[in-house]
Nanobody, 116 residues
Framework: QVQLVESGGGLVQAGGSLRLSCSAS????????MGWYRQAPGKELELVAT???????NYADSVKGRFTISRDNAKNTVYLQMNSLKPEDTASYYC??????????WGQGTQVTVSS
């Protein structure tokens, strides 16, 4: 059974930093992509950042230059370093993983709250 375990959310003041992590386990298939999405109250789920197994990254325009996604392939873990946080970054952040069998899994979500 595939399991994604997220950690690192919390409350921070505007301008501060947080680091999210997500570890995947339980699949016999290899991971081809990992990423983070977020959903603020009353808004749709939106992509934050993704990274492929080869290291290619993609960011939402709203976080470019502030957030950095990285992954440790040996640990099946993806990280999201978030700097210069803004109140509009407040949301539930969800980790997602795609395996070579094309199946996608989601984490349980971790709350990030940025106070002004």
């Amino acid at each position: 059974q595939v399991q994604l375990v997220e950690s690192g959310g919390g409350l921070v003041q505007a301008g501060g930093s947080l680091r999210l992590s997500c570890s995947a386990s339980g699949s016999i298939f290899s991971i081809i992509g990992m990423g983070w999405y977020r959903q603020a109250p009353g808004k749709e789920l939106e992509l934050v950042a993704t990274v492929t197994s080869g290291g290619t990254t993609n960011y939402a325009d709203s976080v470019k230059g502030r957030f950095t996604i990285s992954r440790d392939n040996a640990k099946n873990t993806v990280y999201l370093q978030m700097n210069s946080l803004k109140p509009e970054d407040t949301a539930s952040y969800y980790c997602t993983v795609v395996y070579t069998n094309t199946e996608r899994y989601w984490g349980q979500g971790t709350q990030v709250t940025v106070s002004s």
